[in-house]
Nanobody
Framework: QVQLVESGGGLVQAGGSLRLSCAASGSTLYSYDMGWFRQAPGKEREFVAVIRRSGGNAYYADSVKGRFTISRDNGKNTVYVQMNSLKPEDTAVYYC???????????????????WGQGTQVTVSS
């Protein structure tokens, strides 16, 4: 079983950047596809980005494509998302998630992920 802890959130002005980290313990991440999701107040948790366990493939929500980059360092048991050109609508709690299951297409569904972190708040001011 894997435990996930996010960090790196904070307050940033529109146009700024943040890098979120997700550190894993209890298991190595080599066997897990890793995703980032976010949840804004009053909204459902939505998919942001996902990366294959090998690090070879990634997929992004249209709303963040070209601005966010997901990466991983399996040796450090950590996954990252670099967020550039931030917008006020990116304000949310950001969660990382892990799935050991194999999906031929990288999964964007919350229900496909077995393990979740506690989340980190990102606030983008206008």
């Amino acid at each position: 079983q894997v435990q996930l802890v996010e960090s790196g959130g904070g307050l940033v002005q529109a146009g700024g950047s943040l890098r979120l980290s997700c550190a894993a313990s209890g298991s190595t991440l080599y066997s897990y596809d890793m995703g980032w999701f976010r949840q804004a107040p009053g909204k459902e948790r939505e998919f942001v980005a996902v990366i294959r366990r090998s690090g070879g493939n990634a997929y992004y929500a249209d709303s963040v494509k070209g601005r966010f980059t997901i990466s991983r360092d399996n040796g450090k048991n950590t996954v990252y998302v670099q967020m550039n050109s931030l917008k006020p609508e990116d304000t949310a709690v950001y969660y990382c998630a892990a799935t050991r299951n194999w999906y031929s297409d990288l999964s964007v569904q919350r229900s496909d992920y077995e393990y979740w972190g506690q989340g980190t708040q990102v606030t983008v001011s206008s």
